[in-house]
């Protein structure tokens, strides 16, 4: 179970509930409420976690005075959301961190090999599809930055045409002028002169189906520059210790080599909806939610403001739910129909939190059967908009 506490950060106050990072998590909540916020203090202590069972660093390195503000918080741009009184706590497979007083507490819980690829999408990356040349932007943000790599990264993958989960549309790859173009049945157009809603969309998928894919084929290519480079620098110490046997030496390089391979993927993603028709905010959903069945381990975090995101989470995970009960193939068939079978999501790891932007506060949403319950604000807000229009019609009324 990983969980995370927050109290007096940003626009958060004090809370005293526990926030669980299931297989999917979702935060709901108007613009100041905190999900970023929360978004980013959880990738922050994924990574730290990961970093410690690699072996990068020590606790105590973590534990430095103003480290956890000045050189992790920094990485977000959230550092300056720290106040006096802030505490926040984080419980990991391994690890759990307790910041308080200004001070960070390191306490190793048990031994795990929880190695992730974690990677925050964030709500900017349709800047990297505008501007075609990246020496154009000057990114300021370190989480941009690593996006944007990635992204670079994901397009050189590509071998031909990739197939996009909207519209029928794919993405293809020119190499020698380094330009990745959109095409349909009558078009191709470069990246930078489409609709922003692809220009949102196709950043964010193709660098998690890249990430992912990668991790299900336990590429090499997972691994930075810089932890390539530790990698080549750690197997070569061990093949020049004349103290090893060959038998010494292959244990201890397989050993190495499972610290670098990383296991799963936690995919953090900031309104997928973004620009998107409610038809194409389906068919992201449903991809996203296939890349994280990919492996066990996976895990998906979402930001929204999207109502149609709840009610998509609740189709899939009735569809979960009568898996076990369809039996005959053409029942299968149909079932794969509405909601496809690698795309269904387990109630029993969807969490959503609700934030509220006046009192500071975060809830988890009760639901039904393992649904998100319609009652959140969401959905109220679809409500008020229906009641608004039959007080206009009552007043039509009045008038005649």
């Given at each position: 179970?990983?969980?995370?506490?927050?109290?007096?950060?940003?626009?958060?106050?004090?809370?005293?509930?526990?926030?669980?990072?299931?297989?999917?998590?979702?935060?709901?909540?108007?613009?100041?409420?905190?999900?970023?916020?929360?978004?980013?203090?959880?990738?922050?202590?994924?990574?730290?976690?990961?970093?410690?069972?690699?072996?990068?660093?020590?606790?105590?390195?973590?534990?430095?005075?103003?480290?956890?503000?000045?050189?992790?918080?920094?990485?977000?741009?959230?550092?300056?959301?720290?106040?006096?009184?802030?505490?926040?706590?984080?419980?990991?497979?391994?690890?759990?961190?307790?910041?308080?007083?200004?001070?960070?507490?390191?306490?190793?819980?048990?031994?795990?090999?929880?190695?992730?690829?974690?990677?925050?999408?964030?709500?900017e990356r349709n800047f990297l599809t505008y501007i075609e040349s990246f020496k154009e932007l000057k990114?300021?943000?370190?989480?941009?930055?690593?996006?944007?790599?990635?992204?670079?990264?994901?397009?050189?993958?590509?071998?031909?045409?990739?197939?996009?989960?909207?519209?029928?549309?794919?993405?293809?790859?020119?190499?020698?002028?380094?330009?990745?173009?959109?095409?349909?049945?009558?078009y191709k157009l470069r990246i930078s002169e489409t609709a922003s809603g692809y220009q949102s969309l196709?950043?964010?998928?193709?660098?998690?189906?890249?990430?992912?894919?990668?991790?299900?084929?336990?590429?090499?290519?997972?691994?930075?520059?810089?932890?390539?480079?530790?990698?080549?620098?750690?197997?070569?110490?061990?093949?020049?210790?004349?103290?090893?046997?060959?038998?010494?030496?292959?244990?201890?390089?397989?050993?190495?080599?499972?610290?670098?391979?990383?296991?799963?993927?936690?995919?953090?993603?900031?309104?997928?909806?973004?620009?998107?028709?409610?038809?194409?905010?389906?068919?992201?959903?449903?991809?996203?939610?296939?890349?994280?069945?990919?492996?066990?381990?996976?895990?998906?975090?979402?930001?929204?403001?999207?109502?149609?995101?709840?009610?998509?989470?609740?189709?899939?995970?009735?569809?979960?739910?009568?898996?076990?009960?369809?039996?005959?193939?053409?029942?299968?068939?149909?079932?794969?129909?509405?909601?496809?079978?690698?795309?269904?999501?387990?109630?029993?790891?969807?969490?959503?939190?609700?934030?509220?932007?006046?009192?500071?506060?975060?809830?988890?949403?009760?639901?039904?059967?393992?649904?998100?319950?319609?009652?959140?604000?969401?959905?109220?807000?679809?409500?008020?908009?229906?009641?608004?229009?039959?007080?206009?019609?009552?007043?039509?009324?009045?008038?005649?």
């Open positions: 179970m990983v969980r995370i506490r927050v109290r007096n950060f940003g626009p958060i106050k004090d809370n005293n509930e526990w926030i669980e990072i299931g297989k999917v998590t979702l935060l709901i909540g108007s613009q100041g409420a905190g999900k970023s916020s929360i978004a980013k203090l959880m990738s922050t202590f994924l990574w730290m976690e990961k970093s410690l069972n690699r072996g990068d660093h020590s606790m105590k390195y973590f534990e430095r005075k103003s480290r956890f503000k000045n050189h992790f918080l920094t990485y977000h741009r959230i550092e300056n959301y720290l106040k006096d009184n802030t505490e926040i706590e984080y419980e990991g497979d391994s690890y759990s961190f307790h910041y308080k007083d200004k001070n960070l507490q390191v306490t190793q819980r048990r031994n795990a090999d929880s190695l992730p690829q974690i990677m925050y999408v964030p709500a990114v300021v943000s370190a989480a941009l930055r690593e996006f944007r790599d990635e992204y670079k990264n994901a397009q050189k993958t590509i071998k031909g045409t990739f197939k996009l989960p909207v519209a029928g549309a794919v993405l293809e790859y020119d190499r020698q002028n380094d330009i990745l173009h959109l095409k349909g049945d009558d196709v950043p964010l998928y193709l660098v998690s189906w890249n990430l992912a894919q990668s991790i299900k084929n336990n590429s090499e290519l997972m691994m930075t520059e810089e932890e390539r480079e530790r990698f080549r620098k750690m197997i070569q110490d061990i093949v020049n210790n004349k103290n090893f046997t060959e038998q010494q030496q292959r244990d201890a390089i397989s050993s190495l080599s499972g610290k670098f391979t990383k296991n799963a993927f936690v995919n953090i993603v900031e309104e997928p909806e973004q620009n998107l028709f409610p038809k194409s905010q389906w068919e992201m959903l449903l991809a996203l939610s296939a890349i994280n069945n990919m492996c066990g381990g996976n895990r998906l975090v979402m930001t929204t403001h999207s109502p149609y995101v709840i009610s998509y989470l609740t189709l899939m995970v009735k569809a979960h739910s009568l898996l076990d009960n369809v039996k005959r193939k053409e029942l299968d068939e149909q079932l794969n129909n509405v909601v496809p079978v690698d795309a269904v999501v387990d109630g029993a790891g969807l969490f959503v939190y609700e934030l509220d932007e006046a009192e500071g506060t975060y809830n988890l949403l009760e639901g039904y059967k393992g649904m998100p319950s319609d009652d959140n604000y969401l959905n109220n807000s679809l409500a008020d908009g229906n009641e608004m229009f039959a007080k206009l019609l009552e007043l039509e009324a009045s008038c005649r």
